[in-house]
């Protein structure tokens, strides 16, 4: 069975410049989750999705963040205008169904963002 | 609010040694409770889950019981191999919100 896959791996831009991560989940999973990874700390939910529609998007910072999983398999993050505090890793994970805890989330190997 | 607090890392130990990372949370209602593990190069995988106090997850020779007097989900390993080297993230899932802690290292060396 294929995994999460992600690209780009890895992602340089300048500041203020835009950038687009790409998440394909596992087949058959409803459920795409998009989390945000600063060096040093621990993974932050950013959205997620069941099927097409936005389960939840508090965590992430509309101003700046997009996200849209138009036909409900694979999802595009992009944020407009990056800043410094951007630089993270970004890492797309997929559950089988929407039920919190109660299934497994099968994370990808994550985008790495530096933006200087 | 609900959060997760890790013990800090780095670890280092020589193999076949015992293992412990501390794990706290703190929640609303009640959580379901998550090990990942993040070997080098590699993405996060769940190494193991409870989903209710008292329940006892485990896999791999790795253990971790849900205490919810002490709001604590220890990881365990009775002897680590070279293998276990890795970055080891506590989990808490509760509604459809999932917090983890900062990850803790571990370095098992020969």
């Known amino acids: 069975e294929a995994g999460v896959a992600q690209s780009p791996r890895y992602k340089i831009i300048e500041k203020r410049q835009s950038v687009a991560f790409w998440c394909n989940p596992i087949?058959?999973?409803?459920?795409l989750y998009w989390y945000q990874q600063i060096l040093g700390q621990g993974p932050k939910l950013l959205i997620q999705?069941?099927?097409?529609?936005?389960?939840?998007d508090s965590q992430l910072p509309k101003d700046r963040f997009s996200a849209e999983r138009l036909k409900g398999v694979d999802s595009t993050l992009k944020i407009q205008p990056a800043k410094l505090e951007d630089s993270a890793v970004y890492l797309c994970?997929?559950?089988?169904?929407?039920?919190?805890?109660?299934?497994?989330?099968?994370f990808g190997p994550g985008t790495r963002l530096t933006v200087l | 609010g609900n959060s997760v607090t890790q013990m800090e890392g780095p670890v280092t130990l020589s193999e076949e040694a015992f293992l412990t990372i501390n794990c706290t949370y703190t929640a609303t209602g009640y959580p379901s409770l998550f090990w990942y593990v993040q070997y080098p190069g590699e993405g996060l995988q769940l190494l193991l889950k409870?989903?209710?106090?008292?329940d006892k997850g485990s896999n791999k020779g790795f253990e971790a019981t849900y205490r919810k007097e002490t709001t604590s989900f220890h990881l365990e390993k009775g002897s680590v191999q070279v293998s276990d080297s890795a970055v080891y993230f506590c989990?808490?899932?509760?509604?459809?919100?999932?917090?983890f802690g900062t990850g803790t290292s571990l370095t098992v060396i020969p």
């Open positions: 409870a989903t209710k106090a008292d």
């Open positions: 087949s058959g999973h409803a459920t």
């Open positions: 994970a997929s559950s089988l169904r929407l039920a919190g805890p109660r299934y497994t989330q099968y």
């Open positions: 989990a808490l899932g509760t509604g459809n919100q999932f917090y």
């Open positions: 999705f069941q099927n097409n529609g936005v389960v939840d």
